[in-house]
């Protein structure tokens, strides 16, 4: 249509012409023209098909692979230590005091008194002679027995029989079954569609552009539109295909085991001991004793005496005298002991015990992966331009034509 541009003189005749000679694309016969229509100084202007080559910007999608660093987690088995605190029964031996009452035998020494009588002597002096008897005291040792009786102790060792009620530890070994996780590798496929293609060169026919042309007829030069022959290029087009793939991957897949494990069980059984303790049991057993007490006797000896000179009569006066004698005596003293009695005493001392236990600990691993990333890139595409040129052309050109409408 921007052919028409150039032509206003032929645009008006083509809008007066008649509707009869519409078969001559739309343009009147120049039958009907004047004589000086044909005259050689007539000029006009025509276009002429001119080429050229430019380029355009093509954006291709590419798809290159890219390596990247992923995190997955991977759980491990780890045993750790854990303390537990246990009981045991320890059986300890304790005194208690126990009183008791103990007869002691304390002798002691009292005085008792005696009384004794005595003859005292008195002496008279006389002047004459007499016969007078003298009286001389002899003394003589002698022992007597004392009796007496005493308690003496006897200790007499007994034994008793002590019942205690002791927890005895029995131990029997039971089975028991224990079921633990165990991460074994398993291999598995999954589909992965991955974007490949190729690069298909393709014919295009482009069409020719419509051209204005001027073509003689009878009644004159007449204009027309005519269609350029169309042109075949050849371009490389990439053709897009998904392809599915079987990829293997290994994944860790917990299994859970069983495991029989025997163990023991500590398990405490009364038991009765018996114990047989000795004590001492003190008795006082009745003992007599006799003692020799040594003792003086004074007896009188009469003798008889004569003087002629003075003399002394001696007579005797009877007196009565009192003298302290020792004695012993035993008696018995009570007295208040105590003695410590042994008994069992039983207690829970706790320990410390170490076990083992597993868990699983998640740990992070990285994996190197590669993906296929899109890119886009541009390249130029040549391609070939028609567009018209205007030249003008005048008459002289024009001259045979003009003749040919003449006939």
């Known amino acids: 249509m921007s052919c028409f541009k150039y032509f206003p003189v032929l645009g008006m005749v083509l809008l007066l012409a008649p509707a009869a000679n519409a078969g001559l694309c739309g343009v009147p016969s120049y039958a009907s023209c004047p004589t000086e229509a044909c005259n050689p100084t007539c000029c006009y202007t025509t276009c002429r098909m001119a080429t050229e080559t430019c380029y355009r910007t093509v954006c291709d999608t590419v798809y290159e692979p890219e390596t990247y660093t992923s995190k997955r987690t991977v759980y491990e088995t780890v045993t750790e230590n854990v303390e537990q605190t246990c009981y045991r029964t320890v059986t300890e031996t304790a005194y208690r005091e126990e009183p008791y009452t103990v007869s002691r035998p304390v002798t002691e020494t009292a005085m008792r008194e005696e009384k004794y009588c005595v003859q ?131 994944v860790m ?26 004590y001492q049991v003190t008795r006082m057993v009745p003992k007599e004793m006799v003692q020799k007490i040594p003792y003086r006797t004074c007896r009188i000896v009469n003798e008889t005496k004569t003087e002629r000179i003075p003399y002394q009569t001696c007579r005797y006066v009877t007196e009565e005298k009192t003298r302290q004698i020792p004695y012993t005596v035993c008696r018995n003293v009570t007295e208040q002991l105590v003695r410590k009695v042994p008994y069992c005493v039983q207690k829970q001392v706790p320990y410390v015990t170490t076990r083992q236990v597993c868990k699983q600990v998640p740990r992070e691993v990285e994996q190197t992966c590669t993906r296929m990333v899109a890119k886009q890139v541009t390249r130029q595409v040549p391609y070939v331009r028609s567009y018209l040129v205007p030249e003008t052309v005048c008459g002289s050109a024009m001259s045979g034509g003009c003749n040919a409408c003449g006939q």
């Open 120 to 250: 005292r002597p008195v002496m008279e002096t006389h002047v004459q002679e007499r016969n007078y008897t003298v009286q001389r005291q002899v003394w003589d040792d002698q022992v007597r027995e004392c009796k007496y009786t005493i308690m003496q102790p006897v200790v007499e060792t007994l034994e008793r029989e002590c019942r205690q009620v002791v927890m005895r530890p029995v131990t029997e070994t039971l089975q028991q079954e224990r079921c633990y996780t165990v991460m074994r590798p398993e291999t598995r496929t999954r589909c992965v569609r991955r974007l490949t293609g190729q690069w298909v060169t393709k014919q295009h026919v482009i069409p020719g552009c419509v051209l204005p042309r001027i073509v003689c007829g009878p009644c004159g030069p007449s204009l027309c539109r005519t269609q350029a022959p169309p042109r075949t290029i050849c371009r490389r087009v990439w053709c897009p295909r998904v392809v599915q793939q079987q990829i293997p991957y290994t």
């Open 253 to 278: 897949v917990p299994q859970v085991c069983k495991q029989t494990v025997p163990y023991q069980v500590t398990r405490y059984v009364p038991e009765t001991i018996v114990k047989k303790i000795p």
